[in-house]
T-cell receptor
Framework: DAGVIQSPRHEVTEMGQEVTLRCKPI?????LFWYRQTMMRGLELLIY????????DSGMPEDRFSAKMPNASFSTLKIQPSEPRDSAVYFC????????????FGQGTRLTVV | GIQVEQSPPDLILQEGANSTLRCNFS?????LQWFHQNPWGQLINLFY???GTKQNGRLSATTVATERYSLLYISSSQTTDSGVYFC??????????FGKGTKLSVIP
């Protein structure tokens, strides 16, 4: 299995621009998670989906952030408009099962907003 | 929410030395994972260990759920072991709460 695939690996954008991060979970996994890693706050959950349905988005920082999962093999995290404080590494992870089980992480997208 | 504390925050080892990393958590958990974040930023799964003991090569882990802690043992450390080691726990939900990590530097 190719693992969780994220794109792009690096993104540099100007403040105010729209940014879209992409994730392909491991085939057969029915849970998908978006995490953000910053020096100040460490790794924190933004949102997660089960069977393509958002279950908990309480970690999404504000309305500028939105996430979708149109099908079992694809999810996006969008920031519009982007701000310098959004600069971070964004990880996507997936897992399978009806109870909490091992989650596998993608390589992350390093976002820099200038 | 659940609190996760990892110790030590930083660790410098001579190649070949052994080490023990600790993870304390504040509540009962049904999910516990250890990750290694390598210098390129990738999060690599080491162990899924909500309870018990597991071993994988030079690494082993033990979780004593009743006493709310987990230990990661690294034996005969190598320079490729350098990076940050994270403990992440889940308590009743699918959310993983991460500790701040232990930064390990293995010097030749």
């Amino acid at each position: 299995d190719a693992g969780v695939i994220q794109s792009p690996r690096h993104e540099v954008t100007e403040m105010g621009q729209e940014v879209t991060l992409r994730c392909k979970p491991i085939s057969g996994h029915d849970y998908l998670f978006w995490y953000r890693q910053t020096m100040m706050r460490g790794l924190e959950l933004l949102i997660y989906f089960n069977n393509n349905v958002p279950i908990d988005d309480s970690g999404m920082p504000e309305d500028r952030f939105s996430a979708k999962m149109p099908n079992a093999s694809f999810s996006t995290l969008k920031i519009q408009p982007s701000e310098p404080r959004d600069s971070a590494v964004y990880f996507c992870a997936s897992s399978r099962g009806s109870k909490p089980v091992e989650a596998f992480f993608g390589q992350g997208t390093r976002l820099t907003v200038v | 929410g659940i609190q996760v504390e990892q110790s030590p925050p930083d660790l410098i080892l001579q190649e070949g030395a052994n080490s023990t990393l600790r993870c304390n958590f504040s509540d009962s958990v049904n999910n516990l994972q250890w990750f290694h974040q390598n210098p390129w930023g990738q999060l690599i799964n080491l162990f899924y260990i909500p309870s018990g003991t597991k071993q994988n090569g030079r690494l082993s882990a033990t979780t004593v759920a009743t006493e709310r802690y987990s230990l990661l043992y690294i034996s005969s450390s190598q320079t490729t072991d350098s990076g940050v080691y994270f403990c992440a726990v889940g308590a009743g939900s699918y959310q993983l709460t991460f500790g701040k990590g232990t930064k390990l530097s293995v010097i030749p």
